[in-house]
């Protein structure tokens, strides 16, 4: 079922967040939408750019999928785990708290927030990947479902110094979307 032409969206795919998973599920239901990540190609531009080189209509639906901070921060890791990058978890979760000081230096290690922030039109709607059985309604979608892409089986086991640490510089997040 293809979306009406009348309906158009701006997806913002914020890593680690099971971005890839809901371009699947768009795919099989609607016309192409405007994705925007953290590369630079032609089709996938930096929301942060758009406003200065791309002249936008205004009457996109901008949407975007959020996942509990330390879930995410745990999933960055497991993805881009790297020791001669990271070496352990404090070290990893060390160098995020440095980094979310000084957001959109490498994207793919931003702060959720970063992302919702820099929207084109200033009015996006943000689905927590935990509930999304209200995104198949926003989209006019019936029967919308969500395949899991790109599930890392890696487990990490997180110390109790290592969480409060992660959760004091998530702090913002936590308070902003909801968590």
């Known amino acids: 079922m293809l979306l009406s032409h009348s309906k158009r969206f701006m997806f913002f795919h914020i890593p680690k967040t099971a971005g890839t998973s809901v371009r699947l599920a768009l795919s099989e239901h609607s016309e192409p939408i405007m994705v925007l990540k953290q590369n630079f190609d032609p089709i996938n531009i930096n929301q942060i750019h758009v406003k200065k080189f791309v002249s936008l209509p205004t009457d996109y639906k901008e949407f975007v999928v959020v996942r509990e901070p330390l879930d995410r921060l745990v999933s960055v890791f497991r993805y881009g785990n790297n020791p001669s990058k990271f070496g352990t978890f404090s070290n990893f979760c060390q160098r995020m708290k440095e980094h979310y000081t000084r957001p959109f230096l490498s994207n793919f290690y931003d702060s959720q927030l970063s992302w919702i922030e820099n929207s084109v039109t200033g009015n996006i709607k943000i689905f927590k990947l935990e509930d999304l059985s209200s995104l198949g309604e926003y989209l006019e979608i019936e029967n919308f479902e969500l395949p899991r892409e790109n599930v890392n089986p ?15 510089f998530l702090k913002k997040e936590y308070e902003i979307l909801g968590y």
């Open 154 to 168: 890696i487990q990490i086991d997180i110390t109790p110094e290592e969480r409060n640490f992660c959760l004091e």
